[in-house]
């Protein structure tokens, strides 16, 4: 790593590639004293967990120049200025940022992108998404117990069907449900059979579930939201960390952890994610080879 140049920048070798990170002691969570060099140094370390569920997948970057407490702004193209080597994707509107290494993702970094946000497809076919999910929202001071009812009942239903699916935390207030499919299908067609098996749980357990958004609907139940599905639609990745006070990652979950309800959504956070990792490995590693037809409704 070279010495500090005079707009404090350093040079990093990273995968043979010279990568310019800046500003290393900006402090991006006011509450907590997370600088930028703790938010790298964390992308670090948990990016051979990470990258195999980045790899290939455009990002739309959002980035929080002045913390937390600032106000981001959102980038899906990449700008003229950015280094020849950086991996990119051709988009409709011109070239976007790709994770393909772990070069890109301290580049990415770099630009204050505290958060991952990854499409649910990946290069080698933009139009056919290999991910899915449930986005469990729950409604206003709903008990975190009946959160974690609500995916183990979306769990069991999807399980009848013949589908296996995964679960992490939001980072925030709900449970991501994610499911690793065939690239048989477009988004128009993922997301209306997602939204199918919601209307299925809702009418299932109407008393903890809803596809309504009005607020009315909400009270009191969990609300299965269907919109992140859809081309260029992005969410939080596995093991993204979220620009929320006390720095929480979305992190996977067991399904033990889940029946359990003692981990809240936002209760694992940057500074603890590398000791599980290091005790658990990847508890969605399974979601990486896992391939499935989506069985008729």
């Known amino acids: 790593m070279a010495p500090k140049d005079k707009d404090s920048a350093l040079l990093a070798e990273v995968d043979g590639r010279t ?3 800046t500003h290393l002691e900006k402090v991006l969570f006011p509450d907590d004293g997370i600088t930028k060099a703790e938010l790298l140094q964390y992308y670090l370390t948990v990016a051979p967990y990470l990258l195999p569920h980045l790899k290939g997948r455009p990002l739309t970057l959002k980035a929080f120049p002045h913390g937390i407490n600032g106000r981001p702004y959102y980038r899906r193209n990449l700008a003229e200025t950015t280094p020849a080597w950086v991996s990119r994707v051709d988009l409709d509107e011109g070239p976007g940022p790709v994770i393909r290494n772990t070069a890109d993702l301290v580049w990415v970094v770099n630009l204050d992108s ?13 139009a056919h998404p290999d991910l899915i999910l449930f986005d469990l929202d729950p409604g206003p001071n709903l008990p975190l117990n009946r959160l974690c009812e609500a995916a183990i009942v979306v769990k069991d239903v999807l399980a009848d069907m013949g589908v296996a699916c995964y679960a992490k935390t939001s980072g925030s207030k709900g449970i991501h449900i994610l499911i690793g499919t065939r690239t048989d299908y477009d988004f128009e067609q993922t997301r209306s059979w997602v939204l199918a098996v919601a209307r299925v749980l809702a009418r299932h357990r109407p008393d903890l ?16 939201d269907y919109n992140q599905i859809g081309w260029g639609r992005t969410t939080a990745s596995i093991y993204s960390v979220r620009p929320i006070k006390g720095a929480p990652v979305s992190a996977p979950l067991t399904w033990e952890e889940i029946e ?20 658990m490995g990847d508890v969605a590693k399974g979601l990486l080879s896992s391939s499935q037809r989506l069985p008729h409704l």
Do not use: Q
């Open 260 to 279: 359990s309800a003692r981990i809240g959504p936002a209760d694992i956070t940057i500074r603890d994610m590398p000791e599980r990792l290091a005790a």
């Open 19 to 21: 990568v310019r990170v």
């Open 209 to 224: 579930l809803t596809v309504g958004y009005a607020r009315p609907e909400r009270a009191n139940r969990v609300l299965l």
């Open 114 to 126: 505290i958060e991952l946000h990854p499409w649910l497809s990946r290069e080698s076919d933009l």
